[in-house]
T-cell receptor, first 115, second 113 residues
């Protein structure tokens, strides 16, 4: 899992609650990403950030929010507006160099279940 | 539909056999990457192959890239039980001046002892 940590590993949420998933990296990477993975499926991009204090929406940003106040941290908030939040959430980071995306390093993931 | 699509969706072989997984994509790419995911874990990067490369090796892994056919393959030789995992290809997509990695749905590989 490299130098990326995610917490908690398992998270349970009641309907209508906001929850925040933590992602921290000590790899000195500029870029960070949040993905959602549903059972038997690939990864879908929620949000990404190429530099501190800047982030962009991915393919499925509705119902999610992020912040990037520090280079090492990229927390994801799952809001009550996300209608089907039960999924496996993966955070990743990469070196941002030129116009080519390098390999991404992934955290161990957080499994979110809505009760 | 997805930029990268793996084939087959599932593959089950005996230990010691070779496993081949394929990936097709739609748009031109700078590079293509393969990742492995053990059940319930994060993804691990395996190999990155650039658009001007045709073949790349890493240990028991061999990746080929055919940009004319927009396809790539991942070959695992002399498979082991520990190779049981899902394997994903990922391609770079340019979106409004930014680049993002787009993953396929993966191939679930099972190595039977």
């Amino acid at each position: 899992d490299g130098g990326i940590t995610q917490s908690p590993k398992y998270l349970f949420r009641k309907e209508g609650q906001n929850v925040t998933l933590s992602c921290e990296q000590n790899l000195n990477h500029d870029a960070m990403y949040w993905y959602r993975q549903d059972p038997g499926q690939g990864l879908r991009l929620i949000y990404y950030s190429q530099i501190v204090n800047d982030f962009q929406k991915g393919d499925i940003a509705e119902g999610y929010s992020v912040s990037r106040e520090k280079k090492e941290s990229f927390p994801l908030t799952v809001t009550s507006a996300q209608k089907n939040p039960t999924a496996f959430y993966l955070c990743a980071s990469s070196i941002k160099t030129g116009s080519h995306l390098n390999e991404q390093f992934f955290g161990p993931g957080t499994r979110l279940t809505v009760l | 539909s997805q930029q990268g699509e793996e084939d087959p969706q599932a593959l089950s072989i005996q230990e010691g056999e070779n496993a081949t997984m394929n990936c097709s994509y739609k748009t031109s790419i700078n590079n293509l990457q393969w990742y492995r995911q053990n059940s319930g874990r994060g993804l691990v990067h395996l190999i990155l192959i650039r658009s001007n490369e045709r073949e790349k090796h890493s240990g028991r892994l061999r990746v080929t890239l055919d940009t004319s056919k927009k396809s790539s393959s991942l070959l695992i030789t002399a498979s082991r039980a520990a190779d049981t995992a899902s394997y994903f290809c990922a391609t770079v997509l340019n979106v409004q001046g930014a680049q993002k990695l787009v993953f396929g749905q993966g191939t679930r590989l099972t190595i039977n002892p």
